[in-house]
């Protein structure tokens, strides 16, 4: 399985709207990928790893996907139509990333049986 | 829930094993918070958003706790020892942030009736 985490840093002057994120964004994102899209994440940044530090991304969402190919190929036809939305809620370019899911969620064997 | 997510960036000449990451850090992670950890979930950087490009981070962790101040009551007592730890692993100092989980698992729902 893989993670893309697309993260939006913190910067100065950074404009976000987390309800627009959570609400409209993402919901379209998993319309799009459809089944391709196993499940997602969405992280609102709070603080740094102190309560005075001031978180370095202001939001992340992270999208799992069985697969490089399947992310590929459920993301790649809705690419344009998906990023033309980010403005409707960020002027924050975000940095991406693929990630190979090493653990994905260290508890889900007791989840299953709780 | 709150999402505590440790971030090594891909440094030009950065060490990391991942193998002593997923088999002895986070279980030593998991072991002095105890209950105070919810779960975690481990990733392996593989790439930027395209094939070609680099992964920004060599390697993720995500820890979900409860609260702030659920992390900080277990992981508090045992922050040297486990920052100890991190040289064991990498050359790397980590960005670390603290987010509100604002969508833990879109799938939830559907995962608990499968």
Do not use: W
């Amino acid at each position: 399985m893989i993670k893309v985490s697309i993260m939006y840093p913190n910067n100065a002057g950074a404009r976000f709207d987390h309800d627009y994120y959570r609400d409209q964004h993402l919901p379209l994102i998993k319309s799009r990928m459809s089944a391709g899209l196993k499940y997602y994440t969405v992280d609102k940044g709070l603080t740094g790893a102190t309560p005075d530090a001031s978180a370095p991304f202001v939001a992340m969402c992270h999208l799992l996907c069985d697969s490089v190919e399947t992310y590929q190929a459920a993301f790649g036809p809705h690419a344009q139509e998906i990023r033309a939305d980010i403005s409707k809620f960020t002027n924050v370019t975000p940095v991406r990333q693929i990630s190979e899911v090493v653990v994905e969620n260290s508890a889900a064997a007791l989840a299953k049986f709780p």
